[in-house]
Each structure stands twice: as C-alpha cells, then as structure tokens.
C-alpha cells in the first residue's frame, strides 16, 4: 500500500479544520526542550516508511506515534487510549463529510501532558477516533497508537538523520551544523509545510509545483489531478494508493522523469497519480501534491518552521535507485503478537496473481526463512529487489501448506 498515512492525512485534516472552527483546540500548543538543555537526540523507528517515536502521555506509556509533518491536530487512532491515559475531561464529537460511510465518533481531549526524552508539552491535546478505522498496527506490525504533527514541530528546529535512526531537536536560536546543507524556502499553512518543487515528466514537459512536505506519506511523490493529462506516463499500473473511510483509494503509479529540491536533482522518481474522480480528497490550500519519505529518506532533514525553512543535505542512500513492488501483492500482520502475514489485496496480471496468490493466504516463509524471524521492512524489500528474481514462498492456501516460486517483475 503506497500511502495508508497519506490517505488518512486527508481525514485528519479535515479534521483539524473541523476542530479550529469549533473553538475546540488550545491556541497555543507546542513542545520544548526542557530547561537547562540546548538541545536533545531522540531515537526513533523507521517502520514500513514512517518515523515512530516513543512518548509518554499523562504518566502513562511509553506509546508508539508516527511522526508527521502532513497532520495538524495530534490523533490517537488506538480508542483503547481513551482508557490508557486517563482523560480528565472530553468531548464527544460526531465528524461528518469524511467519505460517503456515513458519521464517525472521536472523543476531543482537555490539555494532555506529553513526554519525550528532554522534552516536554504544552496545551497539546488530541482527537481520539472511537474506532480503529485504519489499523495502522497491523500494517506496521507492532502497536501504533496515533500520529503527531505540528505540535511537535512549530516551536523547535528538528534533525531527522536517516543513517543513525535519531532525531536531533533544539531552539530554532540554538540550530547549529547546517552550513553545507541545502536550504529549501517553505511555508506554513494550516500547520503543514509546503515548498515548491519543479517537476520534469516523461514527455519532456515541466511544471513547478506546491506540494506538501510529508513525513508522513511513505511513497516519494503523489501528483494530482493528472490522471487525463498527457504528463501520466504511458508505462503505468492501476493501484491501490491507499485507505478512507469510505474505502480503497484508487490511481496509478508510474514514474517522472525528475524532481528537483533546490540543487539536487532526483531521476526517475516513483510516483502516484491518484483518480481526478476521487471525491474523498477535500482540501483548503490549493496544492499540486505531496512530497513523502521515499524522497526525504535519502537526506539528513532538518525542519525549522519559525524560520520558514527546511534543510537537505544528501546522505549514504541518496543514489539509489527508486524501485516499486515487484510482486503485486499487499499483506500485514494479524494475530495478538503481530506474527500472522496474510496477504490483503492481489494486484491483476501481476506476478502474485499469476502465482495463484489470493487475499487471505497467509505467507509462511520466503526462501525458507519464516517470517516471524524477518522485519517487516526485510520483507518488503525483498519483494521490490531485483527484477526477474525468483523467491520460494511457504503458503497456507485453501487449508493446505503450498511452495510456490513468485518471480518479481518490474513493472514500471
């Protein structure tokens, strides 16, 4: 699924602005260092292309949220924590307009007290959804119990340094070793960052485009309204892009020929172009796309928001090349412990359905190594490694264990 956070980001947006025009979020709401410290190194957990952080919230945890610059309001998508932290006051609150399902509920927290590692809140509070709508745990395989945004970011300067897995965050006035960096202008506009970036497509044309820097959206680009535009390549496939309320969000996936971020140009650059049908996606800025972690991953990244300005400086894997699932498939992890990988969805005429895969096989082994001993991470790798690669898969299907071999293709 190339971005479940990305689709979801579209709710939670809405939300927000659902929220602000309700007079239901503090004015002020922000995390700072602690007193006596110029600045602190968080280590966080890349998962399946999202940056999850460990918190404390009301003396209660540590919880797992993904860090993300795409949502505004902090969201608890676990309605477990309506329990877990011990709420002092909420509101309950009906959200309507997400998608054509109907009514969703979420309670709205009263000031929550949030903790990090040198770090701490003020005036945060946060939605909480009385449903798992979303199911992030099971596509990350371990528990996720929300997502924060703009709180976390409009009050400090954050490094996010991909090659250590640490994020490094102070006072703006306290912001050192950026010197040979790259500064990207940005802007912020209902508490996200957007920059413009210049956008070189198959046939030769051009265009600069506002996108939404998204830490949060795990595929590099998503363009939109393209899909009846000669700038879709004609080398695409039909996909899944990812999950509403209201259900799949579908599109295609091909490649740009290049994107490029101040000095640096990108090369074949993977990108969605969701259906211009869709009616889910609601939006107050007016935007060319978003711009996710398949690109920002090959930087050090520093957010500095009071400044209005994001920095890139390249790391160990910013060559490498941008590759799609080359198996079709799309899978997570079920079961108490997360050590369940059923497949979800099978893409048509891909290497997967031709492999006899269905939805509900559940994926014992790949090259006889279970996957209760691989990261999930691992695993999808291997699934986009190398064309024409041939894996062995163990699979239980149709109430018998099979061995099939699933050769990968590229297929865009």
């Given at each position: 699924m190339l971005a479940v956070l990305y689709i979801f980001k579209k709710r939670a947006f809405w939300l927000t602005s659902f929220l602000c025009c309700y007079g239901l979020l503090a004015c002020a709401q922000y995390f700072d260092v602690d007193s006596g410290r110029k600045n602190v190194k968080i280590p966080f957990r890349l998962v399946r292309n999202m940056v999850v952080v460990k918190m404390n919230i009301n003396n209660r945890?540590?919880?797992?949220?993904?860090?993300?610059?795409?949502?505004?309001?902090?969201?608890?998508t676990d309605p477990g924590m309506i329990d877990s932290i011990d709420v002092a006051?909420?509101?309950?609150?009906?959200?309507?307009?997400?998608?054509?399902?109907?009514?969703?509920?979420?309670?709205?927290?009263?000031?929550?007290?949030?903790?990090?590692?040198g770090l701490h809140s003020k005036d945060v509070s946060a939605a909480i959804l009385k449903a798992d709508?979303?199911?992030?745990?099971?596509?990350?395989?371990?528990?996720?119990?929300?997502?924060?945004?703009?709180?976390?970011?409009?009050?400090?300067?954050?490094?996010?340094?991909?090659?250590?897995?640490?994020?490094?965050?102070?006072?703006p006035q306290n912001l050192k070793g950026i010197k040979r960096s790259q500064r990207i202008p940005i802007t912020i506009e209902d508490k996200k960052p957007y920059m413009q970036t210049v956008v070189t497509f198959v046939n030769g044309n051009q265009k600069t485009s506002k996108v939404v820097i998204d830490l949060g959206a795990g595929?590099?680009?998503?363009?939109?309204?393209?899909?009846?535009?000669?700038?879709?390549?004609?080398?695409?496939?039909?996909?899944?892009?990812?999950l509403a309320l209201n259900g799949p969000i579908n599109g295609f996936v091909s490649r740009v020929l290049q994107v490029t971020l101040g000095k640096y140009h990108l090369d074949n650059v993977i990108t969605a172009f969701p259906d211009q049908n869709d009616k889910t996606r609601v939006y107050t800025i007016k935007r060319d796309g978003n711009l996710g972690l398949g690109i920002l991953k090959k930087f050090l990244v520093v957010f500095d928001y009071t400044n209005n300005a994001m920095y890139l400086k390249p790391n160990s894997h910013y060559k490498d090349p941008f590759e799609h699932d080359m198996a079709g498939i799309e899978y997570y992890w079920a079961g108490?412990?997360?050590?369940?990988?059923?497949?979800?969805?099978?893409?048509?005429?891909?290497?997967?359905s031709e492999?006899?895969?269905?939805?509900?096989?559940?994926?014992?082994?790949?090259?006889?190594?279970?996957?209760?001993?691989?990261?999930?991470?691992?695993?999808?790798?291997?699934?986009?490694?190398?064309?024409?690669?041939?894996?062995?898969?163990?699979?239980?299907?149709?109430?018998?264990?099979?061995?099939?071999?699933?050769?990968?293709?590229?297929?865009?």
């Open positions: 945890g540590p919880f797992n949220f993904v860090l993300d610059t795409g949502v505004g309001l902090m969201i608890m006051q909420k509101r309950n609150i009906k959200i309507t307009g997400l998608g054509d399902g109907g009514d969703y509920e979420a309670y709205v927290t009263s000031s929550i007290n949030v903790k990090m590692p709508y979303f199911n992030l745990s099971s596509y990350a395989g371990m528990p996720v119990h929300g997502l924060i945004g703009w709180d976390f970011f409009n009050n400090l300067a954050v490094k996010v340094d991909f090659s250590d897995s640490t994020l490094t965050v102070c006072r595929h590099p680009l998503s363009l939109e309204n393209l899909t009846n535009t000669p700038e879709l390549p004609k080398n695409h496939i039909r996909a899944n892009l990812g108490k412990d997360f050590k369940h990988l059923l497949v979800s969805r099978v893409e048509p005429d891909s290497p997967g492999t006899g895969l269905e939805q509900g096989d559940e994926i014992m082994s790949v090259n006889f190594k279970p996957v209760t001993q691989m990261s999930i991470e691992e695993i999808d790798n291997l699934f986009k490694s190398k064309n024409e690669r041939s894996l062995l898969l163990e699979v239980f299907h149709d109430q018998r264990y099979d061995r099939v071999v699933l050769t990968l293709k590229r297929r865009i």
